[in-house]
């Protein structure tokens, strides 16, 4: 039986009761089976990705981490880090006031889009119209090579 799932960010772990490492199994047990999958192949890495329309949600499994849950994009309208909402702020507020302790943020500019990365929490925030549109969150580096799977 699938569980709810809350969309509370949790920086370097996942979201929820989703944690960066999980199998595709694990993952399907608590979301259900996703509306469409499809494979990346733009890093070589043949990447799969899972996604679920109802929840806003795409996850991404690696497949030379023996298909583990690494990365996440989400624009949920009810996305929160620490009990408040994330989506459709403005970057400077997103920043400032909900993610305080993360001091180094990198910028790109695009024709129409605007990301702002923190490497520490490997969090990417998509802006468009001066708001933060959707999110996107991977497990962070604990040196060059290797990932710091929470499990």
């Not at 694990?26 to 509306?35: F, H, R, Y």
């Not at 494979?39 to 583990?68: A, I």
């Not at 006031?97 to 490497?119: A, C, G, H, S, V």
Request: proline share 5%; glycine share 6%.
């Amino acid at each position: 039986m699938q569980a709810s799932l809350k969309m509370e960010l949790k920086p370097k772990f996942g979201i929820d009761n989703l944690k960066f490492g999980m199998s595709q199994k694990e993952v399907s047990d608590i979301l259900g089976q996703p509306d469409r999958i499809f494979q990346l192949d733009d890093f070589g890495d043949n990447e799969m990705v899972w996604e679920w329309n109802e929840k806003f949600l795409r996850l991404t499994f690696y497949h030379e981490e023996n298909n583990r849950f690494g990365y996440l994009r989400t624009m949920h309208p009810d996305l929160t880090y620490n009990g408040q909402k994330i989506l459709n702020l403005p970057p400077e507020v997103v920043k400032e006031k909900l993610f305080p302790e993360l001091i180094q943020w990198d910028k790109n500019e695009f024709d129409f889009l605007t990301m702002y990365f923190n490497e520490k929490y490997w969090l990417n925030l998509n802006c468009e119209y001066g708001l933060v549109l959707d999110l996107e969150m991977g497990v962070p580096f604990k040196n060059d090579e290797d990932y710091d799977w929470p499990i």
